[in-house]
């Protein structure tokens, strides 16, 4: 009876160690390297998840994107903007997006239940339905500056940890293959060459971004024009308690759907003409005759013709 027991005592101890052993290498499975766990936080549909999950949160950052042309005759002028954003979210997934730049635009976004208020800069606030997608494609507008700047210059980025979820970036002596699936608008990245690169990142514990800052000068070549640019975007994530309220806001007025009601008021116009009446014809004398076709005066079908007209010149006699 006592080797019986430890027997099973002795299996038992040996499942728990298999288990203890799976779930332990499941885990090891899972860490991801640096530059894949900042690939994946950087997403902005990511971002957006990860603000969410916070149940209140306040995301800011300013972006700086800068491009001239490189050795030509215009090779002093800046084409440069630089963006400041900053986007609210509540427990109940209520927003306000804020954007401005220093081209003296910008645009503000607020969401209520089922509800968009949206205001250019200087300008009033027009309120109507809110229309999926349209409400996520705000908000990922809003945090797209940081992953716009790690995908312009991904494959010259160099990863490495710098304590609990931070990361240092710097300049990799050799830069990634580029990707395969490169669109036409994005084939002008393949070119890029980074003279300088610095940044940093932090990430919480489920993966979301907390801080993220990237530096960058480089050089490339778009429609076969050498081009010098420069990036500059730095982001941070902080908790904020306080909801979001729908500002004052005007309706948007019901817009009149004049395709429609012509449509409708013309639509015999498009079909099938009616036939014309038969032309007069000119007989000999110039009198003028019109043959149709109708019941005589006995009622038979046979042919009706009208009395003559009169020549020109004379009267008829009553």
């Keep these: 009876m006592r080797r019986s027991f430890s027997r099973k005592r002795t299996v038992t101890s040996l499942l728990l160690v298999a288990a203890w052993s799976s779930c332990a ?10 530059d894949q766990e900042l690939d994946a936080a950087l ?3 990511a971002l957006v998840s990860a603000l969410r999950r916070l149940s209140g949160a306040h995301f800011h950052a300013t972006a700086t994107f800068r491009v001239n ?6 090779a002093g002028a800046k084409d440069a903007i630089t963006t400041t954003t900053d986007l609210w979210i509540d427990k109940h997934g209520n927003f306000r997006l804020a954007e401005s730049n220093d081209q003296d635009g910008g645009r503000e976004v607020v969401r209520v239940g ?3 208020a949206v205001a250019l800069r200087y300008g009033k606030f027009i309120r109507r339905p809110a229309q999926d997608p349209e409400p996520q494609r705000f908000l990922e507008e809003g945090v797209g500056a940081p992953s716009a700047a790690w995908d312009t ?3 010259f980025v160099e990863v490495v940890p710098a304590g609990s979820r931070a990361f240092r970036l710097s300049q990799a002596a050799d830069p990634r293959p580029t990707s395969a699936a490169a669109t036409p608008l994005r084939k002008w990245r ?5 003279q300088t690169l610095v940044g940093d990142a932090r990430l919480d514990a489920s993966g ?7 530096a960058s000068h480089f050089r490339a070549v778009r429609d076969g024009t050498p081009i010098e640019g420069e990036i500059a975007v730095a982001a941070i994530v902080d908790a904020v308690l306080a909801p979001v309220i729908m500002p004052a806001a005007e309706t948007l007025p019901a817009r009149q759907r004049t395709i429609l009601e012509e449509r409708a008021l013309l639509s015999g116009l498009g079909g099938r003409a009616p036939l014309l009446a038969p032309s007069p014809k000119i007989g000999a004398g110039g009198r003028r005759s019109v043959e149709g076709v109708g019941s005589g005066q006995d009622g038979s079908k046979q042919p009706h013709r009208p009395a003559k007209l009169p020549a020109a010149g004379k009267q008829e006699t009553p």
């Design 25 to 34: 290498r499941g885990k090891r499975d899972e860490v991801q390297p640096p």
């Design 43 to 45: 997403q902005p549909a």
């Design 69 to 74: 042309a490189a050795g030509g005759p215009d």
């Design 114 to 116: 089922g509800e968009l």
């Design 153 to 155: 210059v991904r494959r």
């Design 190 to 194: 393949e070119t890029v060459e980074v």
């Design 208 to 214: 979301g971004l907390q801080a993220f800052s990237l």
